[in-house]
């Protein structure tokens, strides 16, 4: 995973002058039917570049990274994002929006 996170950099070291970096705290509250399952906790740095972001960092137990897109075109937006987490095994999921907005 290190090695994914120094490639990363590496490729996009032009684009992070003109990137915005980014703390964020994110909780999870996890529910089976009613019953509460689990409480996760994530803390994140990021970089938020035009239409692109990057994050990762430690959470509850383990760490996770996140990997997103947001383009509009007119009275559509399409959001998308790869998020991943290293716990007692690797977790990952891809989740996708489009959205239309009337004016």
Avoid at 1 to 22: T, V
Avoid at 31 to 52: A, Q, S, V
Wanted: proline share 3%; charged share 30%.
């Amino acid at each position: 995973m290190k090695a994914i996170f120094a490639l990363f950099f590496l490729l996009l070291s032009g684009a992070c002058a003109s990137a915005d970096p980014y703390i964020e705290y994110k909780n999870e509250l996890k529910y089976r039917d009613t019953n509460f399952r689990d409480d996760i906790h994530h803390f994140r740095l990021g970089y938020n570049f035009e239409k692109f972001y990057f994050e990762g960092g430690p959470r509850s137990d383990g760490y996770a990274t996140e990997v997103g897109y947001k383009i509009k075109q007119g009275p559509l937006t399409f959001k998308g994002k790869w998020e991943g987490s290293k716990t007692e095994d690797f977790d990952h999921k891809l989740e996708t929006e489009i959205r239309y907005t009337w004016n």
